[in-house]
């Protein structure tokens, strides 16, 4: 495992894909990964409900935000690797995509000022 404190996307990828072939025997299949990764997203809902929402946490449950977030980032990962997705790439042409739809459709929003 990567001791430095910071990590590209590119790292994350390597460090996920080296952990499944040391510890994970291989991939789940796509159909399957998508699964979870929608359980995770639901496991995250439940805390932000509990935290932001007007729901409490029930005794036993724990805020655990973080640890939900990075496990949504660990299924997508995976599902990008197996997919042969370089995430750096794909987040740069989205960062791209968005900027250019949208570099003037959130200031002139009057919802959000």
Known sequence: ???KDTLTL?????E???WIKEFGVRYFNELT???ILTEEVGELARVIARK??????????KDN????????LWVLTCI???????????????????TQRDK???KNNIKLQ
């Open 52 to 61: 932001y929402g007007e729901q409490s946490f029930k005794e036993g449950e």
């Open 104 to 106: 003037t459709r959130h």
């Open 80 to 98: 990008a690797n197996q997919t042969g997705v370089d995430l750096t790439k794909a987040f740069k042409n989205t960062m791209i995509k968005k």
């Open 65 to 72: 935000l973080e640890e939900e977030i990075a496990d949504i």
């Open 33 to 35: 990964n998508m699964a």
């Open 16 to 18: 996920v894909d080296v």
């Open 1 to 3: 495992m990567d001791t």
């Open 10 to 14: 590119s790292d994350i990828q390597k």
